[in-house]
């Protein structure tokens, strides 16, 4: 059996996720690509089976149904071939807080959320046990702006900055490594899935250039790459007022500002 690098990407039927299966592919990566558009799968496989000689298999899901789910984490379990899990499907929040129902609430956070954290635990203990693997995990920079008017949207997005934090503590130590990607707006599919209209946005990214720098980012092992930020230092010293918080934590008693005055 093959031991060529296998690529699993989510949301591989266009936008950011479709980008990533052109670029492994021209790596040389075989790919398996999940979306629910089996034909837009299809033609993007065949293409790249074509162009670039490597294998593609389609696994159509929809990761937001259980089953569907199931069937993409046991395949990251099973299938040894797949080093590289690119956590990239993700849908935006159409309508403000109040116009949220159970249903778009349940639909948002089970894939924004569900879906991504389940797949990087099903890959997770096999890149551990083999000491190499990587888990790419795309955030966005909405995650630091409740002031963008996407609140729920925006805290699926601080999850993944969280979690992946939180997972290369973890996994770096046995050789796997975690990246979050954070884009700004991008020019894909998302917006219109949105009910925006992304030429109303005065500034937005190509896709190819912000793929293109996720994997700078990627190749340069970096933990939180953040493609639109052209000050890296603001990121570095966000996380370092983040740890200067913590270190002023004193759990024994409340602050004097919260004390009573007798
Ligand atoms: N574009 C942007 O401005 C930004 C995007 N991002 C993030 O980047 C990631 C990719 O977004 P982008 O490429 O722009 O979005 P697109 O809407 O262009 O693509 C989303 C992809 O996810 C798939 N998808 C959507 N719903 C499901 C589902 N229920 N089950 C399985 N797959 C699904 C879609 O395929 P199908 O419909 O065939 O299922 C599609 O392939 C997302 O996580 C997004 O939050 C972050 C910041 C900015
Ligand atoms: N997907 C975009 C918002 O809709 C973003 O994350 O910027």
Redesign the pocket.
């Known amino acids: 059996m093959t031991t060529q690098s296998t690529a699993l990407i ?10 990533y299966a052109e670029r492994f592919a021209q790596r040389g990566h075989d790919l398996v690509l ?5 034909a ?2 299809d033609a993007l496989a065949q293409r790249l089976r074509d162009e670039r000689q490597v294998a593609v298999d389609v696994l159509q ?5 259980q089953a ?1 789910l199931a069937t993409v984490e046991a395949r990251l379990r099973d299938d040894a071939r797949i080093d590289i899990l690119i ?6 929040q159409s309508g403000g807080f109040e116009q949220q129902t159970a249903e778009s609430i349940d ?1 948002l956070i ?3 959320i569900t ?2 954290t389940r797949l990087a635990a099903a890959a997770a203990p096999r890149f551990a046990q083999a000491g190499a693997g990587s888990i790419v995990n ?5 995650g630091f702006a409740p002031e963008f008017g996407m609140s729920i ?1 925006g805290a ?2 601080a999850f ?1 900055l969280f979690l992946s934090q939180g997972l290369s503590l973890e996994l770096v130590p046995k050789g796997v490594y975690v990246q979050a ?13 949105a009910g925006i209209d ?1 030429n109303t946005l005065t500034e ?2 190509d ?1 190819d250039e ?1 793929v293109d720098a996720a994997l700078v980012g990627f190749d340069r092992r970096e933990l939180i790459t953040i493609p639109p930020l052209h000050v890296a230092e603001r990121w570095t010293a966000l996380d370092g007022a983040r740890q200067g918080l913590l270190a002023d934590i004193r759990q024994a008693h409340a602050a004097d500002r919260y004390r009573q005055q007798a």
């Open positions: 989510t949301g591989a039927s266009t936008g950011i996720g479709a980008t999940v979306a629910r558009d089996k837009r799968l899901a929809d990761l937001t149904n569907d956590n990239n499907a993700g849908m935006a639909r089970a894939l924004n879906s991504l795309l955030g966005s920079v909405v949207y699926t997005k993944v990607v954070l884009p700004a707006a991008t020019r894909t599919e998302i917006w219109e899935r992304v937005v990214m896709v912000l």
